[in-house]
């Protein structure tokens, strides 16, 4: 498959990516933003992607380092900030980016390792095998973290509803 | 749903399984119409500011054949030119074929797509002579809303995409 074809075709989880960024509480301009540094990663690392394995999971495993990339970021721009001695502006965290929204919130309240597992098993739908892939971890503990995560999501929409 | 979180909810009840299926029937966030690329090509604008269908059609129909012609000048021959992918371009170097790509894309007001691509591509015009006007216009755009292109340290450290895979294309 060539660089532009793989493109092409990993245009089609475009929706499936800005989710991916959207429900860990990322604003939808920057989801795009990372959406888009994913696609210039996929480019740069085209000739790592094999055609035998999914495509979802390459681009997912490359939105997670994008994610994870400008985290550091932001944070090593806030501490050389504070440094400086300037007063911080408040950064909007997940929960307060989802307050409206009880699922984007429920998951957002979620220790990053669960979110992760949660993020990949549920809403992209991957297998077990595959989200482990994604996140360098066995099969046994996406199981474990999944229902771990499972569990928490469950108590924390049964005391919203009470 | 996949076979494995089917089977986690089997272990876990019924009650998990209904409160899955509510979070998957969530909404969800869905993109504002914009193919993702450096230079915001396609980026969908408001009705209003759209313009006319046929004279989209001729400025594209013109642009078009200024490139093929162009090309077939160009030294190494017919097409020689036109191989290039917009998404290493503004980070990894500035070819012909960015900069026009960069010029028939920018709107009106001197914005690109959003303003991060606007600071990106008045980034990589700086110094571009053929592209002086348009880099003042961005300028000018992004002093408006307080904001300025990014800097070769934003450049390089967004864009490690550099030399290494232009060369490799």
Known sequence: MSGEELLSEARKFEKNLLNFFWRQGVSLSEGEDLVQETYLRLWKYRAEYSPEAKLSTFLLLLARQVRIDTLRRVARR???EESWGR??????GPADACARDDVRWAVSQLTEPLREVVELGVFQDLPYAEVAKVLGIPVG???????????KLKEMFDERRS | M?????KTL????????????????APEASPVGRPFSPFGASARRPASGRVPYLVAAALAAFVALAVVVRSAFAPGGAGASAVHNPYTLAYGGMSESAVDEMLRT?????????DFI???NAAALRGVASASVAYRRAVRYLRSKGLSPLSPAELRERGALAAKTLASI
């Open chain 2, 118 to 120: 606007t600071r990106q």
């Open chain 1, 78 to 80: 806030e501490t050389r």
């Open chain 1, 141 to 151: 503990t996406v199981k474990s973290r999944m229902s771990n995560a499972l569990k």
């Open chain 2, 10 to 25: 089997d272990e876990l009840g019924p009650a998990y399984r209904d409160m899955v299926l509510k979070m998957k029937a």
């Open chain 2, 106 to 114: 920018q709107r009106p007001d001197g914005s690109w797509a959003n």
């Open chain 1, 87 to 92: 007063e911080q502006p408040r950064v909007q």
């Open chain 2, 2 to 6: 996949n076979a494995d979180l089917e």
